[in-house]
């Protein structure tokens, strides 16, 4: 079983200002991770996956996050973010030897960008 | 191009009342999801199907029932609905298992409420 940890349920920052999103997960079997996006009242969206290679992993939107296995870390950036940015965002694993390609879900950060 | 369809959108129950939620997608995906969103809590796996005709249970399945009678719908009831029922669910598809490396695309949500 695998589990997911997001540090800040809410993170408040100001337009153009860089961000930082973290995320930790445990496991006993390798992983492949997911950042996913909800706007209100919105199912979530796909901004990147770690599948594997390269640990840097660029998304849409302008983000990237980076995978790092000795920290069992996946922490989601971006140096800028504008107002449009403002969502809830969820880190998501899922072991790569169960089918069903099943996520675990973590309780999520609300990102809040203000003017 | 409407990907993962969920109806009805919004619904309020009493106690003891049943229902059922209606997932369709039109992508053609083998898997399919359904999930409760929680404040707090994110996104919890209460069953999903491999494929038509297979079901099988998630992380939060008691006092929930599925079925796959065709491969582009997946159904989930609630035959006595209780307040702790109250909740946000999503519906979502992907592609085959984990070694397919498919993200979920996710329906819109059913904002059901149990009084």
């Known amino acids: 079983a695998q589990s997911v940890t997001q540090l800040d349920s809410q993170v ?29 009242n919105q199912g979530l969206q796909l901004l990147l996956k770690y599948l594997s290679g390269s640990t840097l ?6 983000f990237e996050a980076e995978f790092n296995k000795s920290q ?3 922490h989601l950036r971006k140096p800028s973010v504008h107002i449009s940015d403002t969502a809830e965002y969820f880190c998501a694993v899922s072991d790569q030897e169960t089918s069903g390609s099943r996520l675990t879900f973590g309780e999520g950060t609300q990102l809040t960008v203000n003017p | 191009n409407a990907g993962v369809t969920q109806t009805p959108k919004f619904r309020v129950l009493k106690t003891g009342q049943s229902m059922t939620l209606l997932c369709a997608q ?3 995906h083998e898997y399919m999801y359904w999930y409760r969103q ?6 919890r796996l209460i069953h999903y199907s491999v494929g ?20 582009q719908n997946f159904l989930l009831g609630l035959e006595s609905a209780a307040p702790s029922q109250t909740s946000v669910y999503f519906c979502a598809s992907s592609y085959g298992g984990a070694s397919y490396h498919q993200p979920q695309h996710f329906g819109d949500g059913t904002r059901l409420s149990i009084l």
Not at chain 1, 24 to 33: I, M, Q, R
Not at chain 1, 57 to 62: A, Q
């Open chain 1, 12 to 40: 408040p920052v100001f337009e153009e200002a860089p961000v930082e999103l973290r995320c930790n997960y445990s496991s006993s079997v390798s992983v492949y991770l997911f950042w996913y996006v909800q706007y209100p």
């Open chain 2, 26 to 28: 039109d992508m053609n």
């Open chain 1, 57 to 62: 992993v660029k998304g849409i939107n302008g």
């Open chain 2, 52 to 71: 038509e005709g297979t079901t099988a249970k998630g992380e939060v399945p008691d006092g929930y029932n599925v079925s796959r009678l065709k491969k």
């Open chain 1, 72 to 74: 069992t870390s996946f």
């Open chain 2, 38 to 43: 929680d404040p707090g809590m994110g996104l």
